[in-house]
Nanobody, 124 residues
Framework: QVQLVESGGGLVQAGGSLRLSCAASGRTFSRTVMGWFRQAPGKEREFVASLTWGGGNTDYADSVKGRFTISRDNAKNTVYLEMNNLKPEDTAVYYC?????????????????WGQGTQVTVSS
């Protein structure tokens, strides 16, 4: 079992920045893939970014590439999503997810463990 707890969401003006955190516990993470997803009202949950814990390989959705950065802190078992130049269309509940594996994937169905989500609201 893996437990994931997100934090760091909030209200920010367009152009601003936020850093989301996902604290993970419950297993060793060297062969784990971590992902960030988001879900806006009335829309399906969508892929944002993913990272392989052991190798540090990353993948980003085109909509966030160049603005968002996913990273990890091995000592704290925590994954971060640094979000810069935020836009109103980034408004959503952001979820952290995990799955066993060694390569990044984008589909929600591939992930076995999910956090409770944290709200990000970007005002124009």
């Amino acid at each position: 079992q893996v437990q994931l707890v997100e934090s760091g969401g909030g209200l920010v003006q367009a152009g601003g920045s936020l850093r989301l955190s996902c604290a993970a516990s419950g297993r060793t993470f060297s062969r784990t893939v971590m992902g960030w997803f988001r879900q806006a009202p009335g829309k399906e949950r969508e892929f944002v970014a993913s990272l392989t814990w052991g190798g540090g390989n990353t993948d980003y959705a085109d909509s966030v590439k160049g603005r968002f950065t996913i990273s990890r802190d091995n000592a704290k078992n925590t994954v971060y999503l640094e979000m810069n130049n935020l836009k109103p269309e980034d408004t959503a509940v952001y979820y952290c997810a995990a799955r066993p594996g060694t390569y990044t994937v984008r589909g929600t169905s591939y992930y076995d463990y999910w956090g409770q989500g944290t709200q990000v609201t970007v005002s124009s």
